[in-house]
């Protein structure tokens, strides 16, 4: 994996993620200002149309990984930070999916269930994230497969 398809992917998984956090707070936690608004901030439209157009970049990102990072490590038996990247490839699967349902279901029961898939998964996701670059080895030992080429 390349400096820029990394930088590509950490730079769209912060683009997808804070407009999503943003997003979600303004339509569940912000109160309108006026009494029949069908937007609870102004800026909330904003948000979700930026929210939706960043995230297909997210994952073309999460399959740049896939090839030149994920596969790599699994084939290889590489241990380190295995059980985060295992834990952030599930969540993503159900992040993406519940993302696509949640803008084509039509049943209000099947919407909020998609809704709270989305909106947990990828909560967490963002969580496991963090975590997974903190405990990132770069700096610990110049000898990672990364850095190997292994």
């Avoid at 609870?40 to 030149?68: D, I, K, T, Y």
């Avoid at 596969?71 to 241990?79: E, H, N, Q």
């Amino acid at each position: 994996m390349t400096r820029a398809e990394a930088w590509f992917t950490h730079t769209s998984a912060l683009m997808v993620g804070a407009t999503g956090l943003v997003y979600g707070w303004m339509r569940y936690f912000a109160e309108a200002t006026e009494e029949f608004s069908i937007v609870n901030h102004p800026w909330q439209p904003q948000f979700h149309a930026l929210h939706v157009l960043f995230a297909p970049l997210l994952v073309f990102g999460c399959g740049l990984f896939w090839s030149g990072h994920v596969w790599k490590r699994v084939r290889s038996g590489y241990p380190a930070r295995r059980k985060t990247g295992l834990v952030l490839f599930g969540l993503f699967s159900l992040m993406v999916v519940s993302g696509y349902l949640v803008q084509t279901a039509v049943d209000e029961t099947w919407k909020l269930v998609w809704v709270w898939s989305h909106g947990v998964s990828s909560t967490v996701w963002i969580g496991v994230y963090a975590l997974h670059q903190l405990l990132s080895p770069r700096n610990k030992q110049a000898g990672s497969p990364e850095r190997t080429g292994a």
